[in-house]
């Protein structure tokens, strides 16, 4: 699936313990993954940051696009630039083999461009660059212009509006939910402490009365 990653120019974008990683992974890779003659190569990129079943559907219908499915995914400062400082959720590293394990995907292109380049374009041989219709993110560039230049752009409708945000607001929710109910508990055993205590006292107060005789 990774046969790009040994190339000497996608090596040059990559640095550091990520590097050793994309190598390791390499090894399982196989030249029956590689694109096909006849072929036609699709191209999303983006963060696909705790794939979720939004994002599965998404890829399912990219792949319906050609035959031979190329993700490229953001590095994490780029990611975090879009989308604010609470992102990525999921390192680089994890994302890769969350999307790598997806059945839909041939390639992954890590620390893919952003924006899209024709060096990309090129490199790959791209037939077509998709984008869903829900966009996450604040994007202040047409970050596939280069693809609509060439006219091989296309906006896709997976069926699925569940995004990455949906889910995290979604635990949030759920978290607070959670602890509301837990501190709902603990005031009604902390309460229900004090009236058994209270209980004992006034037992414990009672005793001596009834044993007391009058003169």
Same mark, same amino acid.
């Given at each position: 699936r990774l046969q790009s990653l040994g190339k000497q120019w996608y090596q040059r974008r990559v640095r550091g313990n990520l590097l050793q990683t994309n190598n390791k992974i390499t090894q399982f890779s196989s030249p029956a993954n590689e694109p096909r003659p006849g072929d036609r190569i699709v191209y999303t990129a983006g963060a696909f940051d705790l794939m979720h079943p939004g994002l599965?559907?998404?890829?399912?219908?990219?792949?319906?696009?050609?035959? *031979?499915?190329?993700?490229?995914?953001?590095?994490?400062?780029?990611?975090?630039? *879009?989308?604010?400082?609470? *992102?990525?959720?999921?390192?680089?590293?994890?994302?890769?083999?969350?999307?790598?394990?997806?059945?839909?995907? @041939?390639?992954?292109?890590?620390?893919?461009? *952003?924006?899209?380049?024709?060096?990309?374009? +090129?490199?790959?041989?791209?037939?077509?660059?998709?984008?869903?219709?829900?966009?996450?993110? @604040?994007? +202040?560039t047409d970050h596939y212009a280069v693809a609509r230049k060439r006219g091989i752009y296309k906006q896709i409708d997976s069926g699925n509006?569940?995004?990455? +945000? +949906?889910?995290?607001?979604r635990i949030i929710s759920n978290r607070k939910q959670f602890m509301a109910r837990n501190r709902a508990k603990q005031l009604k055993e902390l309460n229900n402490i004090k009236k058994m205590a209270e209980i004992e006292a006034a037992k414990s107060g009672e005793a001596p009365a009834c044993s007391t005789s009058s003169n």
């Open positions: 599965v559907d998404f890829l399912e219908a990219a792949k319906k696009e050609g035959s *031979y499915l190329i993700v490229g995914l953001y590095e994490d400062h780029v990611v975090n630039e *879009y989308k604010g400082s609470q *992102y990525p959720i999921q390192i680089l590293q994890e994302r890769v083999l969350s999307v790598l394990a997806n059945r839909n995907v @041939d390639e992954v292109l890590i620390g893919a461009p *952003y924006p899209l380049t024709e060096e990309v374009l +090129d490199h790959f041989k791209i037939d077509v660059v998709v984008q869903g219709i829900i966009t996450e993110g @604040d994007h +202040d509006p569940l995004t990455t +945000d +949906d889910l995290v607001l």
